[in-house]
């Protein structure tokens, strides 16, 4: 699928069927179409993205094929409206999918985060395909028709609801056991705020949804500006490509300047951190491609942190936990060896949603990586990682 992208659909009864531009464009002439398509509901799905890559979804539903033609304005639908249909596009392999893992693991993990938001009344922002994904009862990128296409715009989806689902009871059982200060449950990447700040007994902690140290992306590109010469043009080149905009040479500096502009001189701060600074230096003893640096885990827990202006000192991480939705690969060990290597925590922890063997809990042990396995709900897993978290 190429974004901005525009899929349309006939409502059938308790079905949905995928309707191909072409066929949209040959209803005024040919009567075969015509009479298929006469007197039935037209559903119109937008797919745009924005400059940071967001993609932002639109449904529009029309009485009919010629109200649609007649671009006469749609009535707008929120997308848990497409729950009550069956999607007749679907291949075997991927009602396969709906039937097993998406109804023992994905299914309840989207009721678990819906049911914190209206237990504790509390506002969750999570990223903008994962607030799609809350509105739907099975896989979202299963919307996109076009089975030429890899849904590549929405990969990782699954990924990204096993992570937060994770971040969402590890708040939930914090906010059970310990004094609360400050809560914020923003989930962006690169984020400037923790999703809590809680007192425990061992002190204050806070909790982080992929802190990012990776000097390009850090801090929401905070860091951009402090970067050595020999890269900056190379930055420019993957900034242009990467939000598809074009900067003249005396526009180049407001890559850099749209940060300070926001947070003053923070990042200088940030970027001279005594911490931060040990970080990347061992993680530029792993690569030399600084795309490739290792720097962003999926949650953290930090000791006496509360805000950026903590992170300007001399600070320690507690735990850092990575996620895990497929079979545990050999590079997914070395992703979390990296980490440990470069951040140092006092517990770092491998959560993997599917069963482990034996032998790879005791080999990671060795190398101090707790690897807690079936964490999903109800899962042999999750309350033995929660045990470990109280105790940070």
């Given at each position: ?106 299914l309840p993990m989207l009721e678990e985060i819906r049911k914190f938001k209206a237990t504790f009344n509390i506002e969750i922002y999570p990223q903008p395909l994962l607030y799609y994904q809350l509105q739907l009862n099975f896989l979202l990128s299963f919307l996109i ?156 827990v930090l000791p006496n942190v509360v805000s950026l202006e903590d992170l300007c000192k001399e600070f320690e991480i507690g735990a850092i936990i990575e996620c895990k939705n497929n079979e545990i690969k050999e590079s997914d060990i070395e992703q979390v060896k990296c980490y440990q290597y470069i951040f140092q925590p006092r517990l770092t922890i491998l959560a993997s949603l599917k069963p482990a063997p034996v032998y790879l809990k005791n ?30």
């Open positions: 699928m190429t974004i901005p992208a525009v899929y349309y659909y006939v409502e059938e009864q308790n079905s949905l069927r995928y309707i191909p531009q072409d066929i949209i464009n040959k209803y005024s002439y040919d009567w075969e179409i015509a009479y298929k398509l006469y007197g039935k509901k037209i559903i119109k799905m937008e797919y745009i993205k924005n400059r940071r890559g967001d993609v932002y979804i639109y449904a529009y539903e029309y009485p009919s094929i010629e109200c649609l033609l007649q671009n006469k304005d749609g009535r707008r639908i929120e997308l848990d409206y497409f729950n009550r249909f069956e999607l007749t596009w679907l291949s075997y392999k991927e009602k396969i999918f709906l039937q097993n893992d998406w109804s023992k693991y994905y028709p076009d089975k030429e296409s890899p849904r590549r715009s929405f990969s990782g989806i699954d990924k990204q609801i096993h992570q937060s689902w994770l971040a969402i009871r590890i708040c939930e059982e914090v906010m059970q056991s310990f004094k609360i200060k400050d809560i914020g449950l923003n989930f962006v990447q690169s984020s400037v705020k923790p999703l809590l700040v809680y007192e425990s007994y061992n002190g204050i902690r806070s909790i982080w949804y992929e802190l990012d140290f990776h000097p390009m992306t850090a801090f929401r590109g905070l860091f951009m500006k402090k970067l050595s010469e020999e890269y900056r043009e190379r930055l420019i080149s993957i900034y242009q490509d990467k939000y598809s905009i074009s900067l003249g040479r005396d526009k180049k500096n407001t890559v850099y300047d749209e940060a300070s502009h926001t947070y003053g001189t923070i990042y200088d701060k940030l970027f001279n951190s005594p911490s931060i600074k040990k970080f990347r230096e061992r993680a530029k003893t792993l690569t030399r491609d600084i795309r490739r640096l290792p720097m962003r885990p999926d949650i953290i080999e990671l042990m060795r190398n101090n990586i707790l690897l807690f396995d079936e964490v999903y709900p109800k899962g042999n897993g999750i309350l033995k990682l929660l045990d470990a978290i109280r105790r940070i």
